[in-house]
């Protein structure tokens, strides 16, 4: 787990989070066990940047990056506000990042699942990352390869 909002290593420049405690609703903590398990038959791990976020710290992120193709508007409610949504990436076994052609939180259509102008082995790692992911039960949000939640995220689980 290295949260990016725990640290200054994010799109604000600034820690939003006042310590790196991971949380995830019931129902998400068992998908991603299940994505751990599947990972791990393939020798691989995940590096966890988010999961919960609270309105406040969605609030501020914001105000950093305004553009509701990245960011949840905080009125609208971020499936991440609601604890059922993971950002992470892929690692192997020494804990090396598996390249995934963008950084987390590069808002940048680079970061899109449909974004094809990317070398072959990236493309693979994301769609390494999706199968595991889907095959877990999450859904994913197509404009950042990093995202997944559960399915009707805002429908099923309040704030």
């Keep these: 787990i290295a949260l990016a909002y725990a640290t200054p290593d994010n799109v604000t420049g600034k820690p939003i989070y006042k310590r790196g405690a991971c949380f995830l609703h ?6 991603l066990e299940t994505s751990i398990t599947i990972a791990k038959t393939q020798g691989l791990h995940f590096r966890i940047f988010d999961a919960f976020r609270p309105t406040e710290a969605q609030q501020i992120l914001w105000d950093a990056c305004p553009n509701d193709e990245f960011v949840c508007p905080p009125e609208r409610g971020s499936p991440h506000s609601r604890g059922v949504a993971v950002d992470l ?51 994913f949000y197509r404009n950042e390869w990093w995202h997944y939640q559960l399915f009707n995220a805002r429908a099923n689980y309040v704030l």
């Design 89 to 139: 990436t892929l690692i192997d076994e020494q804990g090396n990042s598996l390249p995934m052609g963008t950084p987390f939180d590069d808002f940048t259509k680079q970061s899109h699942h449909g974004c094809h102008d990317l070398p072959k082995d990236v493309i693979a790692n994301r769609l390494l990352l999706m199968g595991i992911m889907t095959d877990a039960g999450w859904d």
């Design 26 to 31: 019931e129902d998400a903590l068992r998908c």
